[in-house]
């Protein structure tokens, strides 16, 4: 952790990030505001696009900004002949040899900081279980034991949500889903310039210094974590979530759950109250407000869901 820093200047920092990331990557405010949002809870994120909306160059970027070095950064495309060594790495002969089933996971995904999976959905059943073990208890297994993983931040791109059923858990560990269109009909010169400002500073091997380390997302995330633990064991009032708000998040949930826009399971419900909290303390409102519980909008399963979820929970929120 990093105790010379306070909590409002961790929240500054954050935004100061932010800020910056948004005038690199142009028209993608929406997507870097989840994108921090993610990474300070330690919550999965799905960015959905095709190909050419700089989604990978946007995780490197953000990357570069928090401070981790090359191989801090676990960057894989999967096919669907990956095998588990690609991603947690070989065997160990030596080991084997005295009869012991070991991977030697250095410079793989269980000591990265910062996983960037790129087209996740094309997981096969020899790594699917790999990746639910990391996504949702953040361990791997070595020997038949379970060994906790290094990473603290997670994301992962597709150009689409898979509908295959098989990949359901798959989908079902991603809280939150955005989508990431071309934007060069709205934001052309601008797209050009900051594009070819990126481009030539790659070539040129320029690098920019960080403007936040990932210490001050863990202290954040403890500090709120901490917080709701404590609501939580002395069965108070959350003051983060006030009762009406939880009330208008219980009726929103039950509907969109009911009008079939978005499967929302108890582990997600669990986790995506946290996060709303996260969202409110993040923004300085003190209290979660009804712009928090507009993440319901990025909880679809379905691609075809994307868009009319985004406009029903904004039809809710608004007769609210």
């Given at each position: 952790m990093n105790p010379t820093i306070s909590i409002s200047e961790a929240r500054h920092q954050l935004r100061l990030l932010a800020r910056s990331l948004q005038r690199e990557f142009v028209g993608r405010e929406e997507t870097i505001d989840?994108?921090?949002?993610?990474?300070?809870?330690?919550?999965?994120?799905?960015?959905?696009?095709?190909?050419?909306?700089?989604?990978?160059?946007?995780?490197?970027?953000?990357?570069?900004?928090?401070?981790?070095?090359?191989?801090?950064?676990?960057?894989?495309?999967?096919?669907?002949?990956?095998?588990?060594?690609?991603?947690?790495?070989?065997?160990?002969?030596?080991?084997?040899?005295?009869?012991?089933?070991?991977?030697?996971?250095?410079?793989?995904?269980?000591?990265?900081?910062?996983?960037?999976?790129?087209?996740?959905?094309?997981?096969?059943?020899a790594i699917l279980n790999t990746l639910l073990s990391v996504l949702n208890e953040r361990c791997y297994y070595q020997d038949g034991r379970a060994e906790p993983v290094d990473t603290e931040i997670f994301l992962a791109a597709s150009n689409r949500i898979a509908d295959d059923p098989e990949l359901e858990a798959l989908r079902d560990r991603f809280l939150l889903k955005v989508e990431l269109r071309e934007v060069k009909r709205e934001h052309f010169d601008p797209l050009l310039r900051q594009g070819m400002l990126q481009e030539l500073e790659r070539r040129l091997q320029r690098n920019t210094p960080p403007l936040i380390q990932l210490e001050t997302f863990l202290q954040l995330r403890q500090h709120l974590d901490e917080g709701l633990l404590a609501t939580v064991e002395q069965d108070r009032d959350d003051p983060l979530f006030p009762s009406e708000m939880r009330r208008l998040f219980e009726r929103l949930v039950i509907s969109l759950d009911t009008e079939g826009y978005a499967r929302i399971s108890d582990r997600a419900l669990i986790k995506l109250y946290r996060i709303i909290r996260f969202h409110a303390f993040l923004l300085g409102r003190g209290e979660v407000q009804h712009e928090d519980l507009f993440l319901l909008a990025y909880t679809a399963n379905r691609q075809d869901y994307l868009t009319p979820l985004r406009q029903r929970v904004t039809t809710l929120l608004d007769l609210a």
């Amino acid at each position: 952790m990093n105790p010379t820093i306070s909590i409002s200047e961790a929240r500054h920092q954050l935004r100061l990030l932010a800020r910056s990331l948004q005038r690199e990557f142009v028209g993608r405010e929406e997507t870097i505001d989840l994108l921090v949002l993610c990474a300070v809870a330690g919550e999965p994120l799905l960015l959905i696009g095709p190909p050419g909306v700089g989604k990978t160059a946007l995780i490197k970027t953000f990357a570069k900004r928090i401070g981790l070095k090359d191989h801090e950064l676990f960057d894989y495309l999967i096919t669907r002949f990956t095998e588990p060594s690609e991603l947690i790495g070989p065997i160990d002969i030596h080991a084997l040899r005295e009869g012991h089933y070991r991977r030697r996971v250095q410079g793989k995904l269980p000591t990265s900081k910062l996983a960037f999976i790129d087209e996740i959905f094309k997981a096969n059943s020899a790594i699917l279980n790999t990746l639910l073990s990391v996504l949702n208890e953040r361990c791997y297994y070595q020997d038949g034991r379970a060994e906790p993983v290094d990473t603290e931040i997670f994301l992962a791109a597709s150009n689409r949500i898979a509908d295959d059923p098989e990949l359901e858990a798959l989908r079902d560990r991603f809280l939150l889903k955005v989508e990431l269109r071309e934007v060069k009909r709205e934001h052309f010169d601008p797209l050009l310039r900051q594009g070819m400002l990126q481009e030539l500073e790659r070539r040129l091997q320029r690098n920019t210094p960080p403007l936040i380390q990932l210490e001050t997302f863990l202290q954040l995330r403890q500090h709120l974590d901490e917080g709701l633990l404590a609501t939580v064991e002395q069965d108070r009032d959350d003051p983060l979530f006030p009762s009406e708000m939880r009330r208008l998040f219980e009726r929103l949930v039950i509907s969109l759950d009911t009008e079939g826009y978005a499967r929302i399971s108890d582990r997600a419900l669990i986790k995506l109250y946290r996060i709303i909290r996260f969202h409110a303390f993040l923004l300085g409102r003190g209290e979660v407000q009804h712009e928090d519980l507009f993440l319901l909008a990025y909880t679809a399963n379905r691609q075809d869901y994307l868009t009319p979820l985004r406009q029903r929970v904004t039809t809710l929120l608004d007769l609210a």
